[in-house]
C-alpha cells in the first residue's frame, strides 16, 4: 500500500476515526485505525464493536492495500510532521513508513484480515434530516443519558417520529431532557433508541451552522448509519422498549412559575460553588418569601449562600430541593428569555417548558429531605 496526501487533511481523518476507539481495549487490534486504499480511494476506520467511524481521506494513491495502526502513536507522528506533503506505504510485512519531507519514521503495523468488520445496513431504511438541527437536539438531550448499564434502554436516546415531529429523550432515573422538531411534511415514521457515546461522537461531527447540509440516516432491525459524506458513523441499536414518558409529565401541576432562565440560572451556579461535588447531600434549596420572591439557597460545612430573585407564580407557594448540577443542566440548554416552571408540591417532579409552545420538556425529580 502506498499513497500521498497533505497532513492536515490526514491529521482530521485521523481525530474522527480516534473518536471511536477505545485507547485501553483488552482486544489490541482495536487500539488501531484501519487505513484502506482501494479504487474508492483512502478510508480510515475506528471500531470500539459498538461505534464504527470511517472517514475517507483525499489522496494520489500509487498502490493498493491496507494495512492497522496504532491510533495514538500514529496520531502522534502525524502531527509532528516537519512538511505537508506527506506519504504513507506498508510492504507486505505490515511495517508502515511515513514520509515528509526529511522525516522517515518506520512503525510496526498489524493485518487488515484480524480487524473486525463494521456491519453493512441492506436493505435500510433511509431518513435524511438537517445536521444543524439533529446536532441541536442531542446536544440539548444527551446529558441526561443514564451511565447504569442495568437500564440498557436508558444508556442511550430514543429518537422518534410520528412524521410531524422528530423528539429525542433521554432519561437517567432522575431527570429527562426532551426536545422536539417540526418534521416538515411526509417525514416517515420512526422510532430507535442509539448510544449515547455514537450520538455524543455524532454531534461532534455534524455541521451546526449551515441548515442545508443533511445526514442521511440508514436503518436496519440491529444498526444505524449517520452519512454525512466524507464521514459515517455505524452504531448498535439498544433493543427497547424505551420508558413511556408522556406518562410521567403531569398534567396539573400545584404551582406555575415564570421566571427569567438568566436569573434563576446564575443563582442557582453561585449557589453550587457552596455545594461543590456534594450534590446528593447537600441540594439546592427554592423557597419562597413572598408571592413574588424565590430565594434560592445551599447550606454546607463550606458555608452558606443565599439569593433572592423576581418571579410571578400561580398556586402554591414552593418550598422544594434540587441537585444543582440537574437545575443548571436544564436551564443551560434553553434559548428563552423567560421559562415556566411547574411544581407538583414537595416530593413531585418540577417540569421546565416554554411558556408558549413545546419544543423542550426537562423534568427534574426533587431531593427529598
Known amino acids: 500500500m502506498k499513497f500521498n496526501c497533505n497532513k492536515s487533511d490526514l491529521i482530521d481523518a485521523i481525530s474522527i476515526v480516534q473518536k471511536a476507539i477505545k485507547t485501553n481495549s483488552t482486544v489490541q487490534i482495536l487500539d488501531g485505525i484501519l487505513i484502506q486504499a482501494d479504487d474508492n480511494g483512502v478510508k480510515l476506520t475506528g471500531y470500539d464493536l459498538e461505534t464504527g467511524i470511517e472517514a475517507d481521506l483525499v489522496s494520489d494513491i500509487v498502490e493498493k ?3 492497522v495502526v496504532n491510533s495514538k502513536f500514529f496520531g502522534e507522528i502525524v502531527k509532528r510532521l516537519p512538511e505537508e506533503m506527506t506519504t504513507i506505504s506498508a510492504d507486505d510485512r505490515n511495517q508502515v513508513t511515513i514520509l515528509s519531507g526529511a522525516a522517515n519514521s ?4 498489524s493485518s487488515a484480515e484480524s480487524y473486525p468488520k463494521i456491519p453493512i445496513i441492506d436493505n435500510a431504511e433511509k431518513i435524511t434530516v438537517s445536521q444543524k438541527l439533529l446536532k441541536n437536539m442531542i446536544n440539548h438531550t444527551i446529558f441526561a443519558v443514564s451511565k447504569d448499564d442495568t437500564r440498557q434502554s436508558l444508556t442511550g436516546c430514543c429518537l422518534e417520529s410520528d412524521g410531524k415531529t422528530i423528539s429525542m ?5 432522575f431527570r429527562m431532557a426532551l426536545r422536539r422538531e417540526d418534521a416538515g411534511s411526509d417525514f416517515p415514521v420512526m422510532n430507535f433508541i442509539i448510544p449515547g457515546k455514537a450520538l455524543s461522537e455524532a454531534s461532534k461531527i455534524f455541521d451546526g451552522e449551515n441548515e442545508d447540509n443533511e445526514v442521511i440516516i440508514y436503518s436496519s432491525s440491529n444498526h444505524l448509519l449517520f452519512d454525512v459524506g466524507h464521514v459515517r458513523i455505524v452504531s448498535r441499536l439498544i433493543q427497547g422498549p424505551f ?3 408522556n406518562s410521567i409529565i403531569q398534567k396539573n401541576p400545584k404551582s406555575v412559575m415564570k421566571v427569567n432562565r438568566k436569573d ?6 453561585r449557589a453550587a460553588l457552596i455545594i461543590m461535588n ?21 447550606n454546607t460545612e463550606t458555608g452558606t449562600h443565599k439569593e433572592n430573585i423576581d418571579i410571578t407564580i400561580e398556586g402554591e407557594q414552593i418550598d422544594i430541593d434540587f441537585n444543582s448540577r440537574y437545575l443548571i443542566d436544564a436551564l443551560k440548554n434553553i434559548e428563552d428569555d423567560v421559562v ?3 411544581f407538583n408540591g414537595s416530593q413531585g417532579p418540577c417540569i421546565i417548558v416554554p411558556v408558549e409552545g413545546n419544543e423542550y420538556v426537562y423534568l427534574i425529580l426533587p431531593i427529598r429531605r
Open 65 to 67: 492495500g491496507s494495512v
Open 106 to 109: 518506520v512503525i510496526k503495523g
Open 169 to 173: 429523550v433521554a432519561i437517567d432515573g
Open 243 to 245: 420508558v413511556n414518558y
Open 264 to 269: 434563576i440560572l446564575d443563582a442557582v451556579d
Open 278 to 298: 456534594d450534590e446528593r447531600r447537600c441540594p439546592v434549596q427554592l423557597t419562597m418569601s413572598d408571592e413574588t420572591t424565590l430565594m434560592v439557597s445551599a
Open 340 to 342: 415556566r416552571i411547574e
